[in-house]
């Protein structure tokens, strides 16, 4: 089963650098590129990086994305009380023919 | 103006149908992929169902597909998404996307609508 596997939860201090990381397969993330999302509760999903590492239009630089072979991270630095939410990886895979959201990594600013 | 507005969300038997829609402004609709995307209760995003920029590309997720079907009507710039033979397991909320390019195999969404919720229960 394809899958994209992400821890369940990260923290950090304000201030802090934090990473989460995305692992996939050869068909989903070895193929194609990582987009990652920021869900608050109760709200629509925000993109904050398409492409692997490419921010869209407002979202501030603090936020960056990287990908090797199979596997992709999100970096938060200058950690922040509001980066508080869900955030999850999304990729296509060419076995399913379908997208795929990891299972999301709850982060909490301490 | 940018804007996605879904309706049709509700309670329905397992085995109903439903059908949920989704307006968009011009300028948000035309040319781009779209997709439903869903999150059950507790749970994580799902993605459900896309349709690429000219409505030639199609795709389901594996757990809906001979059950879900989606289409676009580039007069009303709406997208569909119907849904028979419901189950429980269908209950969350449906959100629909917008993808930056017509490429139908790119899950990145740069607009979502609001979410309308189903709930499939006895």
């Known amino acids: 089963q394809s899958v994209l596997t992400q821890p369940p939860s990260a923290s950090g201090t304000p201030g802090q650098r934090v990473t989460i990381s995305c692992s996939g397969s050869?068909?989903?993330?070895?193929?194609?590129?990582v987009n990652w999302y920021q869900h608050l509760p109760g709200t629509a999903p925000k993109l904050v990086i398409y492409g692997n590492d490419q921010r869209p239009s407002g979202v501030p630089d603090r936020f960056s994305g990287s990908k090797s072979g199979t596997s992709a991270s999100l970096a938060i630095s200058g950690l922040q009380s509001e980066d508080e939410a869900d955030y999850y990886c999304a990729a296509w895979d060419d076995s399913l023919n379908g997208a795929l959201f990891g299972g999301g990594t709850k982060l909490t600013v301490l | 103006e940018v804007y996605f507005l879904e309706s049709g969300g509700g309670s329905v038997q397992p085995g109903g149908s439903l059908r949920l829609s989704c307006a968009a402004s011009a300028s948000t609709f035309r040319g781009y992929a779209l997709s439903w995307v869903r999150q059950a209760p507790g749970e994580g995003l799902e993605w459900v169902s896309g349709?690429?920029?000219?409505?030639?590309?199609?795709n389901y997720a594996d757990s809906v597909k001979g059950r879900f079907t989606i289409s676009r009507d580039t007069l009303t710039n709406t997208v569909y998404l119907q849904m028979n033979r419901l189950r429980a397991e269908d209950t969350a909320t449906y959100y629909c996307?917008?993808?930056?390019?017509?490429?139908?195999?790119?899950?990145?969404?740069?607009?979502w609508g609001q979410g309308t919720l189903v709930t499939v229960s006895s």
């Open positions: 996307a917008r993808g930056r390019s017509s490429m139908a195999d790119r899950p990145d969404f740069d607009y």
């Open positions: 050869s068909s989903s993330i070895g193929s194609n590129t």
């Open positions: 349709i690429g920029g000219s409505g030639s590309t199609i």
